[in-house]
């Protein structure tokens, strides 16, 4: 399996902690939308270390249970760590879950995961075996992820994010994933209930400029060192970053975020 290309290093642990919170209203209005009850059995598909399956633990509670799968040991142990008695995270494979994983859940969510995949249609095959009949999938991922772009538009930028999506699609991953996602459910015997896209903008001072921040103080480097972007391109990138949040007149365009809810027939 390649590499998964964001790292599991701490400042990626805290990034998707601080993106958790910024997205958990958008997720908690999506399992309300899907339906999700106290008692219920959840699976959290790439769970990473494990920020919604809190939450989701806490609204099944007691009485119901979230099962997390990631790949990565470390994130697995992070979730497992936190100490909530009715979440237990593993480690394996997505495209593989109802080879390892038992039972019959009423929800299945997988965020920021099936662009990362290289057989998202897998992930969807297993969360069919898993989920009962009337059971829902509830996703949220990219579609027309090089749309994220400098307002006014740099150069710079374009050339980012195109190294982006190409990194990802290098390592087998699909920046436009939600895109395909509508045919490969109905192949699954998901109807599909509700689409919906989240269009965000960050401005200086704001939390959502701080998620996009964040993020290109991460990986900028990261697709320098995998040979993506020049030293020269990175450096010019992130002084552009700078220049915006600086100027408070200029903004950033974030990827659309798609919402898709998908009922098992
Ligand atoms: C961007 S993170 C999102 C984590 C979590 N869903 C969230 O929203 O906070 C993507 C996660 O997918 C996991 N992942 C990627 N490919 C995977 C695979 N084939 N099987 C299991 N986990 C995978 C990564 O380890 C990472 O934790």
């Given amino acids: 399996m390649a590499e998964y290309v964001l790292g599991t290093h701490d400042a990626e642990l805290e990034r998707l902690g601080f993106q958790a919170r910024l997205w958990a209203d958008v997720a908690h209005a999506a399992w309300k939308r899907a339906r999700l009850l106290r008692g219920q059995s959840v699976i959290d598909l790439g769970c990473g270390p494990g920020f919604a399956s809190v939450d989701l633990a806490a609204m099944v509670g007691s009485e119901g249970r979230v099962v997390g799968i990631d790949e990565s040991a470390s994130f697995v142990e992070a979730a497992n760590g936190r ?61 027309n ?25 290098a390592r087998g991953g699909d920046p436009d994933v939600c895109g395909r996602l509508p045919g490969i459910l109905s192949r699954h015997g998901f109807e599909l209930e509700h689409v919906d ?54 903004f950033i365009v974030m990827p659309p975020v798609w919402e898709i809810v998908a009922r098992r027939g």
């Fill in 197 to 250: 896209v989240h269009q965000r903008f960050g401005f200086a001072g704001d939390t959502m400029f701080q998620w996009a921040s964040t993020w290109w103080r991460n990986y900028a480097p990261r697709l320098a060192q995998m040979g993506e972007i020049s030293d020269e391109l990175r450096d010019r990138f992130l002084g552009s970053l700078a220049e915006i949040e600086a100027s408070r007149d200029q």
């Fill in 83 to 143: 100490g909530v008695p009715n979440l237990r995270a593993v480690v394996g494979d997505v495209q593989r879950a109802s080879a390892f994983v038992d039972g019959c859940f009423d929800l299945a969510y997988a965020r920021w995961l099936l662009c990362f995949v290289p057989d998202p249609e897998a992930v969807v095959a297993g969360a069919a075996r898993l989920l009962r009949p009337g059971g829902r999938l509830v996703v949220h991922d990219y579609f």
């Fill in 145 to 169: 992820y090089t749309t994220m772009t400098s307002a006014p538009r740099r150069p710079e930028w374009t050339e980012v994010v195109a190294a982006t999506a190409r990194s990802w699609r």
